[in-house]
């Protein structure tokens, strides 16, 4: 069996199969169609077999990929920053926080490999969030929280807040054990 198919895309079209040459419209029908088609091979249906509903279907679709690109980026940077914030937050700090430790002592990691980190090497992550907890403790580091940076602060505190025990009975927990907790949410 003989393979000319690569062969023959490289030759220039037939004079019978060309149309006349009009501004603005495709010089080479069948081609297009043919094209179409493998594009829309994998749907089902009419979209396969049909080019008018064929056509519609690939514009869209073209459309859709155009501009699922101009988004992708900023889905993957949001789902780095989720992830690397879930992880800093088990080790007791937060993602903007553990990032400017970082920064500050010169180990320079993207958020993608950070949160690469945070999934398949547990154990290094936890010694990085302990390079930056100690750097925070050394150098009393305040970095504000980029959700609340412009936020106004609240002069009384919400009646619908949820408001923490601070005496010590049989039932309740003394708070005091939890302190970390609370100072990180």
């Excluded at 091979?41 to 279907?57: L, N, T, W």
Aim: contains cysteine; proline residues 7%.
């Amino acid at each position: 069996m003989v393979f000319l198919t690569s062969l023959l895309r490289k030759l220039p079209t037939p004079q019978w199969l060309l149309k006349d040459t009009v501004p603005g419209k495709r010089t080479d029908n069948k081609w297009w169609r043919l094209e179409t088609f493998r594009f829309t091979f994998q749907s089902d249906g009419q979209r396969r077999r049909c080019f008018k509903v064929a056509y519609p279907y690939l514009r869209n679709r073209w459309r859709l990929a155009s501009r699922n690109r101009l988004f992708k980026p900023i889905f993957e940077a949001e789902l780095h920053d989720t992830r690397v914030d879930a992880a800093a937050r088990e080790h007791g700090l937060r993602q903007h926080t553990l990032r400017a430790s970082l920064a500050r002592q010169n180990i320079q990691l993207s958020p993608a490999i950070l949160a690469d980190l945070a999934i398949y090497e547990p154990r290094t992550f936890e010694c990085l969030s302990l390079i930056a907890k100690q750097h925070i403790i050394n150098t009393d580091l305040q970095v504000p929280d980029p959700e609340h940076e412009f936020d106004e602060p609240d002069i009384e505190p919400d009646v619908e807040e949820e408001q923490v025990p601070t005496h010590v009975g049989e039932h309740i927990l003394n708070p005091s054990l939890f302190k970390d907790i609370y100072n990180r949410f």
